[in-house]
């Protein structure tokens, strides 16, 4: 096993930031600790102007309030579980400088990080035709940088397709067995214009406060 102390980048809306998030933040260092797999930083990436693919849409608020609440998620993780966890404004800053939307590639090789690891949900790489493989350059993003892959409620990862992304990089890992929270973003967004307080369970307190002070969704 590879002992190198990896970067972790968590590319997500955060639209909001919830507790399905938080998860897999905590389970990627469970299952680095387990696999004698040194990390020395998660960097969550807020996208900006995202590319998308899937059905996606793009993010319904401001950059400026998703990088926040990622900020805010951050900090309590790192005083309550003490691992460093961080965010990054990448996306936002590549966008300024090239106004181009970013895809993942282009956001893995400008992070001043090496080795990293690209952290992703399972439903990237369900089915019989993973939605891995519309990424651009995806066979270059995973020799270049690996991949820690999270199960995800309702979605069968593909086990040969991993094989294949395992034949171009050693380094791409699929955490099993550890807590899932099944909620998504979208969902929460159409709850919480009706009431916040019963979608709490899946929200931080500090991004309950910062959504009403906000007055967001």
Known sequence: MNKSAYTLVFGLTADPIHKGHEQVILNSFEFAQANNIGI???LLVPTYQANLIADKTQPSTAFKHRFNMCELVAEQI???????????????????ETNK??????????????????????????????????WHNWQSLTKEHGLLIH?????NINDSFINQLQDLNPN???????????ISSTQLRATISCDLQSVSEFL????????KQHGLY
Do not use: M
């Open 172 to 182: 791409v890992f699929v955490v099993t067995g550890l807590p899932s929270i099944n």
């Open 40 to 42: 020395q930083k998660f």
């Open 78 to 96: 790192r005083i309550e579980n003490n691992i460093p966890v961080y965010v990054s404004d990448i996306e936002q800053q590549l966008f300024l």
């Open 151 to 155: 199960q995800r409620p309702g979605h």
């Open 204 to 211: 931080s307190a500090s991004s309950i406060k910062y959504i």
């Open 101 to 134: 939307k970013s895809y993942s590639y282009d956001t893995l090789t400008a992070i001043e990080a090496a080795p990293k690891l690209f952290v992703l949900s399972a439903d990237h790489f369900a089915g019989r035709w993973p939605k891995f493989r519309k």
